[in-house]
Nanobody, 115 residues
Framework: QVQLVESGGGLVQPGGSLRLSCAASGSIFRLYAMGWYRQAPGKQRELVASITSGGSTNYLDSVKGRFTISRDNAKNTVYLQMNSLKPEDTAVYYC?????????WGQGTQVTVSS
């Protein structure tokens, strides 16, 4: 079993920044690939960013250059630094990993970008 707990969401003005954190349980966190997804009202959940156990990253085109995913294996935590936020980034953001073909999700954290 893997437990994921997100934090760091909130209300921010356009152009602002937020950093999301996801704390994971398990002694082998360093072996997990991790991802951040988001789901806006009435839309499908989409992959925003991912990071492999080796640190390779991948991003949704619309967030490239604005968002950065990183991980701290000593703290069993993955981060999503979000800069230059836009209203269209408003969504619930979820942390994710897949272990032995099973998907694990956090409870989600709301990000609202509005003036």
């Amino acid at each position: 079993q893997v437990q994921l707990v997100e934090s760091g969401g909130g209300l921010v003005q356009p152009g602002g920044s937020l950093r999301l954190s996801c704390a994971a349980s398990g002694s082998i966190f360093r072996l997990y690939a991790m991802g951040w997804y988001r789901q806006a009202p009435g839309k499908q959940r989409e992959l925003v960013a991912s990071i492999t156990s080796g640190g390779s990253t991948n991003y949704l085109d619309s967030v490239k250059g604005r968002f950065t995913i990183s991980r701290d294996n000593a703290k069993n935590t993955v981060y999503l630094q979000m800069n230059s936020l836009k209203p269209e980034d408003t969504a619930v953001y979820y942390c994710n990993t897949v272990v032995t073909f099973k998907y694990y999700w956090g409870q989600g954290t709301q990000v609202t970008v509005s003036s």
